[in-house]
Structure formats: C-alpha cells, structure tokens
C-alpha cells in the first residue's frame, strides 16, 4: 500500500479516537507504573472486569516500590479471581527488578522493559508509546483483528508468520507523534467497532481502506488456525475439619500452575483410580496424613487456558497422622469464616460455594 494511503488510515484511527476513544481510568494519566498495571491487567480480560481490579491494586500499592516490598501473598490476594496468576507474580518480580536496577522507575528503554519478568513486545509497546511517547506499536488482540481485516490476510493468526506480518503492518502506520494515542484507537476501533462477530462497518473510520469489506470477507477474516480439543482432567478436593471445627487448607508450590494460591487438599486423578482412592493419596502425598472419605459433597467445572477440570469435593474424616508440607507450600487449619483472608483460584471460589451449600 502506498505511504499515502498509509497516512491516511493513520490519521483517521486517532481522529476517530478523539471523538469516539472510550474513557477509561487508567487513561486519565500517563503514569508509567499506572499505564504497565492496566496493560497486564487488560491481558485476556474484559475491561470491566479490570476497572475495579485497577483501583485497587493501585490504591493498595501505589507504587514501584510498595508493590516491590510487598508479601506475594498479599500480591496474589490483591489479583484474587481476575485469573491469570502468573501475571500477578511477574508484575512483583519485576517491581523487585525495577527497584534494584532502575531506581524503583518503570524504565523506558526497549531494552530494559523487555528484559523485566513478564513484559512482552505488546506490553513493552504500550508502556512506550503511553506513557513515553515513544513510535513503537502495540499489537493486541482487537489491533490484530482490524488490521488483519484492513488488510485482507489470509493465513491464519495463530502462525509465527502472520504475526510477524502484522506487526510489520502496525509498524508502517504508528506516527512518529501520538503514536500512544494512535494504538489506543486502533484497540478501542477492534473492541467497539470491527468486533469480532457483525463489525460495524458503516461506522469504521478505514472502511474505506479496508480491503475485507470491499471482498466481503469480514466474516471470514482472521482465519481461524485448526483448534485441539483441550485436555480434560478430574481433580479432587477434601473438606477436612480439625476438633475445633476448622478446615484444612493447602498453599500450592511457588512453582508452577496456580503458584502460591490456596486450597482445600486433593489433586488430579490418575487413569484407572477411582475417586476416593485419589482424593485419599493425594493429601497422603501433599500432607502426609491419612483421611477417610465419609461421602461426596458435591462438584464444579472449570476451564482454563490449557486444559478444563471436573473437581469434585468430599467430606472426608483426619484419621492418622501428622501434618506436614510434603507436596505444598503451607497449610493451615482456619474457620470458613476466615477463608476469605486467603487467595483462592476461582476454580477454588466455586468448590468454597459448594462447601457452604452442603
Ligand atoms: Fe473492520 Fe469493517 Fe472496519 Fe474493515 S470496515 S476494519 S471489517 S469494521
């Protein structure tokens, strides 16, 4: 496409999103700190659910450095049920390494953003051209929408190589001034314009330009790649009371899925076990301790990213053993009422509801 038309498309992306941009809070400042919050925060979740998760986060750290010297587990608490937690431990490391290495500052270089824990090329970009002004694009989800429909792509998204192109693509059309505002819009013209089923096309500032309407094809772009079913796995949970009436909960490992998170003892079933028999060697191996299952309380679905569960809870009687963090990080025996001081997963909320339901 000719570098005209290119500035033109350009142009109409932010004189659009001086009329129509959507007011939100964290682009009231352009604090970098309060800029890099919002963007992880913004990855895979839908922006009302962020808005009250933003307030918050920030209201409790408001800062590089609160945020640096806080628990994890006050870090994790803080990012309770927005999902993702991985997120949540990124953003306090590298507050950690902001502090250590950059003065408690969110630097903004290329180079060092992208080498603090969990700032990938879109985050680095948006951070830059945000809060720092500097003519980088930041390709999201929606951005890659438009522009894959803007510009007729026909390979599908999920391959290195359409990535690559779009990229290139955002490139050619970020403007050395205002490029913050500029992915801004082409963000908010993906989310409320050129959505995802039934864009709008009569109200696209580039419907002119683009190359999917005048084939057709809105419908039909992006191109899906071939999606795998996910994997499936039942999981257990014991609800476990001590003489005092309290309940037995484990912190997951510092290391890997749902790190640092708690919840009630119990894991993943193995082919063949039936789900007592799981339920039973499971707290044998996380705490040492044996139990005898009394009856099924009940169970809940969950999806995640990579796979989905089934979990199923039981009531289940302490009968010998001490208890010792064998395959966790911690455990305690609490009263319900005292769950809530604890960062659960969401999966982990739903099995709660069915405690208290029984
Ligand atoms: Fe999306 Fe339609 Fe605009 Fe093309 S004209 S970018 S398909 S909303």
Not at 56 to 72: D, I, K, N, W, Y
Request: proline share 5%; with cysteine; glycine share 8%.
């Amino acid at each position: 496409m000719k570098r005209s038309r290119l500035t033109q498309i350009t142009q109409r992306f932010v004189q659009w999103y001086g009329v129509h941009g959507r007011d939100l809070p964290w682009r009231r400042t352009a604090d970098p700190y309060h800029v890099w919050i919002s963007e992880v925060m913004l990855q895979q979740t839908q922006v009302e659910t962020v808005i009250p998760y933003y307030h918050r986060f920030l209201s409790r750290f408001p800062t590089v450095q609160h945020l640096a010297t806080a628990a994890e587990d006050d870090v994790l608490k803080a990012w309770e049920n927005l999902g993702y937690y991985a997120r949540a431990r990124h953003v306090h490391r590298a507050a950690r390494d902001m502090v250590e290495r950059f003065g408690g500052c969110v630097p903004s270089r290329w180079q060092d953003l992208s080498s603090l824990s969990g700032i990938g090329a879109y985050t680095a970009g948006a951070i830059l051209s945000i809060a720092f002004g500097v003519s980088v694009p930041a390709v999201d989800g929606n951005a890659r929408r438009v522009l894959s429909r803007l510009f007729a792509i026909q390979e599908p998204l999920d391959q290195t190589r359409t990535l690559r192109r779009i990229q290139e693509l955002a490139e050619s059309l970020v403007p050395h001034t205002g490029a913050g505002r500029f992915n801004q819009a082409l963000m908010d013209v993906g989310a409320v314009v050129c959505t995802p089923k039934c864009p709008r096309c009569d109200r696209c500032p580039v419907g002119e330009f683009c190359r999917a309407k005048a084939q057709g094809q809105q419908d039909m772009i992006p191109v899906k790649g071939k999606r795998k079913p996910l994997p499936y796995r039942q999981v257990t949970a014991a609800f476990v009371r001590n003489k005092d009436g309290r309940l037995l909960i484990v912190q997951r490992p510092r290391q890997g899925l749902l790190a640092g998170l708690w919840k009630f003892p119990g894991g993943r079933r193995l082919d063949g076990e039936s789900l007592e028999v799981c339920v039973q060697r499971e707290v044998r191996k996380e705490l040492g301790i044996d139990l005898q299952v009394q009856r099924a309380v009940g169970s809940i679905r969950h999806a995640y990213t990579h796979f989905r569960i089934t979990l199923h809870a039981f009531k289940c009687r302490y009968t010998a053993g001490v208890p010792g963090a064998l395959g966790c990080h911690d455990w305690r025996w609490v009263h319900r009422s005292c769950l809530d001081e604890f960062a659960f997963s969401r999966a982990d909320r739903k099995i709660i509801a069915v405690f208290d339901r029984q």
